[in-house]
């Protein structure tokens, strides 16, 4: 029987930073939207109300945002491959969804962005 996964989510944090190909892009920082979904078993953190029994999501996001932040990516994709690379660092994450998006990179549009998933069997 395969062991059933819970989702820790992480929902529209915001970051600033540089990404784009373009000088305009890259001359200063922009709005950075990122989503995830975590896949965890949380039974156990479930039966034990303990925190280390389960994935710290403000730490996560702490080290997601100052990646963002720093990375200086040309491409969404990259930037996403990344984030999804720095979550399943987290042991207990065994498979990922990360959500990239430029707010208004793209006239008369609110975002585009790119959605990757990713799990310990195709990440480096």
């Known amino acids: ?10 929902t529209d944090l915001v970051a600033r930073g540089i990404i784009g190909v373009s000088e305009t892009e890259r001359a200063k920082p922009q709005e950075i939207l ?7 078993n ?3 953190a479930g039966k034990s109300d303990n925190l280390e029994d389960s994935v710290n999501y403000r730490t996560i996001a702490k ?3 100052a990646h963002a932040e720093t990375a200086a990516r040309q491409t969404v994709e990259a930037l996403a491959a990344d984030l999804a690379g720095l ?14 998006e430029k707010p208004g990179a793209v006239r008369f549009s609110r975002s585009v962005g790119v959605e990757i998933e990713r799990d310990r069997r195709n990440i480096k």
């Open 1 to 10: 029987m395969s062991e059933t996964l819970d989702k820790i989510f992480i």
């Open 34 to 40: 990122i989503n995830l979904v975590l896949f965890v």
């Open 42 to 44: 949380t039974y156990k």
């Open 63 to 65: 080290r997601v945002l």
């Open 87 to 100: 979550c399943l660092e987290e042991a207990r994450v065994e498979k990922v969804r990360v959500r990239v």
